[in-house]
Each structure stands twice: as C-alpha cells, then as structure tokens.
C-alpha cells in the first residue's frame, strides 16, 4: 500500500512535468501561431508522448519490462486515451463557443485519468498485472 501511494505521488509530479510541456507546446501552436486547435493539441501530444514515456518508465513505475514490449504498449495505450481525447475535445469544440483553452483543459482531463489507468494496468505491470518498483 505504500509504494502504491509512493507511485501515485510520483505520477502526479511526472504528470505535472508532462502535461506543463504538452500544454505549453499547444498553448504556442495554438495562441501565438493560431494552429487549428485538434492540430495544436496533437503537437502538443507528439512532444509531450516522449517526455511521459520516460517519466513513467523510469520515475514513475520504475519498470523492469523489456523496453520493447513496453514501449509499443505504451504506444497503443497512447492512441487509445488520445483518441477518446481527440473526441472530446472536438465535440465540445463543435457543440459549445468556449474558449480553446477550457476545451483542451477538459480533454485533458479525460486523457489524464484514461492514460494512467492503461499504463498502471497494461503498461507497466509485473507479471501478476501490477506494477511494480525495480532498482
């Protein structure tokens, strides 16, 4: 139970980390260079993809699955949470007139919960389905 909260600690800050960099990218894309905003939002995904695979790997789960397997499962689980997020974000971008930033902020969100729960479950997991911290 301990480590479980270590790890939920350790996402957080990693989560932080990643979605600062991922926004910002989108916030740029977007605001200053007025980038449609699905195409802002995938920019921001692209770079922020790299960064989360390596805070989650190596601060967050601490892993010790094979980098192959889990780097195409992270990627697989990646596309899942980005395309429920992807419909999010344009069903409220086409049904509401709120601001991009509320919308990506709201998208966000439903990646955020969706993507951690694949990586916790799927991603990185020892062989009993559950991650586990290595040296």
Do not use: K
């Amino acid at each position: 139970m301990r480590e479980a909260g270590a790890e939920f600690a350790r996402f957080i800050v990693a989560g932080v980390v990643n979605t600062a960099v991922g926004f910002g990218v989108f916030w740029i894309l977007n605001q200053i260079f007025g980038v449609y905003i699905a195409l802002a939002n995938a920019g921001g995904y692209a770079v922020a993809l790299v960064v989360a695979y390596a805070l989650n790997r190596y601060f967050v789960f601490q892993t010790r699955v094979p980098r192959a397997n889990s780097g195409a499962a992270f990627l697989i689980c990646f596309a899942v949470a980005f395309g429920i997020n992807q419909l999010v974000l344009l069903s409220l971008a086409y049904t509401t007139d709120w601001h991009p930033v509320l919308i990506q902020l709201i998208a966000m969100a439903s990646y955020t919960v969706i993507f951690f729960l694949l990586n916790r479950f799927m991603v990185f997991r020892a062989a009993d389905g559950v991650a586990r911290a290595g040296p």
